[in-house]
């Protein structure tokens, strides 16, 4: 019981971190004093890497992405300019907290929606590049000279020979001549 009490009483405090947090936040960046800035978004990253983490967690187990593949520091990163870019956005303080909550998903979900695509495009690439790998697939036969080498058919095409069409009719006499009688 008590681990939940501590659990909720560290989840308020963040809340009310972030909540102060936001007046400073839109005073520095008018300022542009983003190195001040910078700083104060770092002292609420604990409670959202954590929360990133449990998501990634989550998308490894249900199978969305391997893995190693990514880190919470990289969307972690990102977040930290969406806040800097898009901090106005923000009417009331209070809504701040919200906020950072639904950017991090929104990051989280355009992870997700690039990662299905990847694995989709990649399963489907050889149905996609079929007709082209085929129309290149090069034929070849042996010729009739027995040393078991392959030749192109193309090669077996060639205009410079001198192609008799012959018919059995050419080869076998046929007696065309009438009976007098």
Do not use: C
Not at 49 to 71: C, D, E
Not at 115 to 128: A, L, M, Q, R, T
């Amino acid at each position: 019981m008590q681990t939940n009490v501590s659990y909720y009483q560290n989840k308020k405090a963040f809340r009310v971190l972030v909540t102060k947090s936001f007046t400073d936040l839109i005073k520095l960046k008018k300022e542009g004093n983003q190195t001040s800035f910078n700083a104060l978004v770092l002292q609420m990253m604990p409670q959202i890497r954590q929360y990133v983490n449990t998501q990634l967690n989550i998308a490894i187990k249900k199978g969305h992405f391997s893995k190693n593949k990514y880190k919470a520091d990289d969307i972690i990163d990102q977040l930290f300019i969406e806040i800097y870019d898009h901090i106005e956005e923000v009417k009331k303080e209070e809504h701040f907290y919200q906020w950072i909550y639904k950017k991090t998903n929104a990051l989280l979900e355009d992870l997700s929606i690039t990662e299905e695509f990847d694995d989709f495009f990649f399963k489907n690439i050889d149905d996609y590049s079929k007709p082209e790998w085929d129309a290149m697939q090069e034929k070849y036969s042996s010729d009739a000279d027995g040393d078991g080498h392959l030749k192109l058919i193309e090669e077996f095409e060639d205009r410079s020979y001198n192609h008799n069409d012959y018919t059995l009719n050419h080869v076998f006499i046929e007696n065309k001549e009438k009976k007098m009688d």
